[in-house]
């Protein structure tokens, strides 16, 4: 399964910005060994919850050996930025 319990990784340094990343899991679509059954579901309302924020930039990782035309990181990215024009 997955959860939305954060893990939290602070730098301090005078020389850097205030920035806070979050690595989401990877859109699955089958479940695997153990994972529930609506496991697509439950990655995707986490991935909406976070790239929902206005103020979040969206790096949406597709694979090199993948079309772009049939990328779901993209396809969700699109679902929040409408216009695109946020994300390349």
Not at 32 to 47: A, C, S, T
Request: glycine letters at 4%; one cysteine or more; charged letters at 20%.
């Amino acid at each position: 399964g997955i959860s939305d319990e954060p893990i939290h990784l602070k730098i301090f340094s005078p020389n850097v910005v205030n920035l806070t990343l979050v690595d989401l899991p990877g859109i699955t679509k089958v479940p695997v060994g153990d994972q529930p059954k609506d496991i697509e579901v439950q990655i995707r309302e986490l991935i909406l919850k976070h790239i929902s924020n206005p103020n979040c930039i969206i790096l949406a990782v597709t694979a090199a050996n993948t079309d772009m035309a049939t990328s779901e990181a993209l396809k969700v990215a699109r679902e929040v930025d409408l216009d695109g024009q946020y994300w390349v």
